[in-house]
T-cell receptor
Framework: DGGITQSPKYLFRKEGQNVTLSCEQNLNHDAMYWYRQDPGQGLRLIYYSQIVNDFQKGDIAEGYSVSREKKESFPLTVTSAQKNPTAFYLC???????????????FGNGTRLTVT | RKEVEQDPGPFNVPEGATVAFNCTYSNSASQSFFWYRQDCRKEPKLLMSVYSSGNEDGRFTAQLNRASQYISLLIRDSKLSDSATYLCVVTTGAGSYQLTFGKGTKLSVIP
């Protein structure tokens, strides 16, 4: 079955360390996204990529970095510059036809990052 | 005014009840509307898109009111398995990166 896989499900890191979250999809979607969710908050867009080797900052990109070397993969690095990294991180993908307004997102099962 | 607003709830309803959620959006140029469902500590999953004429999927009915800038979700004959947080999502342009998520409305269906 096609889908999006995030790993690991839970991640614990010490403050000051960079950490990379994995996201792989086999849906053949062009577009991929990273969101962050904090308790009681809506999802906030960190970075998105509409095509291989290209990505754009979202609303809260500071302290994060991404790469898109392959269509299937969109890893997110949480750097030590991110002030409040503890959160639930969600990767998503969509068909994202530029002419389409109806491209719902398909989410991975998330990575819960705790930094102490 | 926040871009997408939802009543956070929680809505505690008995099994079999009918429950309705509203969601207001501030951008009159918004084009597409969705309801997602999110179970506790899980990822959001698409419940249904919302079309201009309204649409129904089994026990779920979605409506759009462009003049008043709100969408609604009606759940009939609530089941215990409907307990979740329901997220309202609005797009403001082409491309899914222009999605804005509401904070969600929590529903608990009690036996």
């Amino acid at each position: 079955d096609g889908g999006i896989t995030q790993s690991p499900k839970y991640l614990f890191r010490k403050e000051g360390q960079n950490v990379t979250l994995s996201c792989e999809q086999n849906l053949n979607h062009d577009a991929m996204y990273w969101y962050r969710q904090d308790p009681g908050q809506g999802l906030r867009l960190i970075y998105y990529s509409q095509i291989v080797n290209d990505f754009q900052k979202g609303d809260i990109a500071e302290g994060y970095s991404v790469s898109r070397e392959k269509k299937e993969s969109f890893p997110l690095t949480v750097t030590s510059a991110q002030k409040n990294p503890t959160a639930f991180y969600l990767c998503a993908s969509s068909i994202d036809d530029w002419s389409s307004y109806n491209s719902p997102l398909h989410f991975g099962n998330g990575t819960r990052l705790t930094v102490t | 005014r926040k871009e997408v607003e939802q009543d956070p709830g929680p809505f505690n309803v008995p099994e079999g009840a009918t429950v309705a959620f509203n969601c207001t959006y501030s951008n009159s140029a918004s084009q597409s509307f969705f309801w997602y469902r999110q179970d506790c500590r899980k990822e959001p999953k698409l419940l249904m898109s919302v079309y201009s004429s309204g649409n129904e999927d089994g026990r779920f009915t979605a409506q759009l009111n462009r003049a008043s800038q709100y969408i609604s979700l009606l759940i009939r004959d609530s089941k215990l398995s409907d307990s979740a947080t329901y997220l309202c999502v609005v797009t403001t342009g082409a491309g899914s990166y222009q999605l804005t998520f509401g904070k969600g409305t929590k529903l608990s269906v009690i036996p």
